[in-house]
């Protein structure tokens, strides 16, 4: 059974600071990983993928992968009040016969400003 | 450039009855998926299709059908609708093997 596991939050920050969202993943053979941004009644929107170890970077996203650990998350720099919102972890297996995302239940992110 | 649409956006239907919803992409993807959204359970993968007339079941197949006979068309039917089928369903699209995925604007059906 593929598990992915996300703090539910909600998680609180000061605007202008730092957002550190985290994932854990069960298993090793997941390929690709990514980052959904969904705002309540709206449809998950792609923020930030990473398919290898290391840093990712786009804007004020950061993705940061270990596959050694089953870990990846999201930083987000200079925090904004639209910045709140469900921030969804996502990882695919491919191949075997298998396909599609499976995602964490998300962490509720408020920048307070 | 429409991208993902979805319809009908909102749709209340009686226990028993059959439901088609409507999943439509102008991106030529090959790749295309339906999850469905619930509160306590996050979204979860139902149908998936990598071509026209190939299709394969996800975590939460049953009392679902689905079929492709044009790439940009992936329509999900529910044969007899349950009350536990009352979700949001998404539909995604993906251009090939294990790249980005994404996702129309959702249907929110009701199940009475």
């Known amino acids: 059974q593929k598990e992915v596991e996300q703090n539910s939050g909600p998680l609180s920050v000061p605007e202008g600071a730092i957002a550190s969202l985290n994932c854990t993943y069960s298993?090793?053979?997941?390929?690709?990983f990514f980052w959904y941004r969904q705002y309540s009644g709206k449809s998950p929107e792609l923020i930030m993928s990473i398919y290898s170890n290391g840093d990712k970077e786009d804007g004020r996203f950061t993705a940061q992968l270990n596959k050694a650990s089953q870990y990846v998350s999201l930083l987000i720099r200079d925090s904004q009040p639209s910045d709140s919102a469900t921030y969804l972890c996502a990882v695919n297996i491919f191949g075997g016969g298998a396909d599609g995302l499976t995602f964490g239940k998300g962490t509720h992110l408020i920048i307070q400003p | 450039d429409a991208g993902i649409t979805q319809s009908p956006r909102y749709k209340i239907t009686e226990t028993g009855r059959q439901v088609t919803l409507m999943c439509h992409q102008t991106?030529?993807?090959?790749?295309m998926f339906w999850y469905r959204q619930d509160l306590g359970h996050g979204l979860r993968l139902i149908y998936y299709?990598?071509?026209?007339?190939?299709?394969d079941k996800g975590e939460v197949p049953d009392g679902y059908v689905v079929s492709r006979s044009k790439t940009e068309n992936f329509p999900l039917t529910l044969e007899s609708a349950t009350r536990s089928q009352t979700s949001v369903y998404f539909c995604?699209?993906?251009?090939?093997?294990?790249?980005?995925?994404?996702f129309g604007p959702g249907t929110r059906l009701t199940v009475t």
């Open positions: 991106w030529s993807h090959s790749y």
């Open positions: 299709s990598a071509a026209a007339d190939i299709t």
């Open positions: 995604a699209s993906r251009a090939g093997t294990g790249g980005e995925q994404y």
């Open positions: 298993d090793r053979v997941s390929q690709s």
